[in-house]
């Protein structure tokens, strides 16, 4: 099988993406919200999902542009990558390529 890059694992996944007016996203089973870039865009995510923004963590804020946001079936520990642990380092960089390749349920904006 062939991957093209950005583009992987998203036959297996399900974003409900809504540009406008709110979406009701809490009442759809199996599904919750995500705000944390509501200026943006809303979104619901299968419940369990991580959100990776790398931007925030950096920043402290929402990131709007720059670093990737990573949206994942699997927690990536950013907070732990941080700490200058260099296992975590070493975990959540070969996640943030599972999710890349699709071999962990997720997607990058």
């Not at 998203?10 to 919750?32: D, I, K, M, T, Y």
């Amino acid at each position: 099988m062939n991957h093209k890059p950005g583009v992987s694992g998203f036959g297996s996944v399900l974003v409900l993406l809504h540009l406008g007016a709110p979406v009701r996203a809490q009442e759809a089973a199996g599904l919750e919200p995500y705000l944390g870039m509501k200026n943006q865009f809303e979104l619901a995510l299968p419940n369990g999902w991580s959100v990776f923004d790398q931007g925030a963590l950096l920043s402290g804020k929402p990131g709007k542009t720059g670093p990737p946001v990573v949206f994942s079936s699997e927690h990536i520990d950013g907070v732990a990558m941080m700490s200058n642990d260099k296992q975590a380092l070493e975990r959540v960089v070969r996640q943030l390529s599972r999710v890349e390749v699709g071999a962990i349920a997720g997607f990058i904006m």
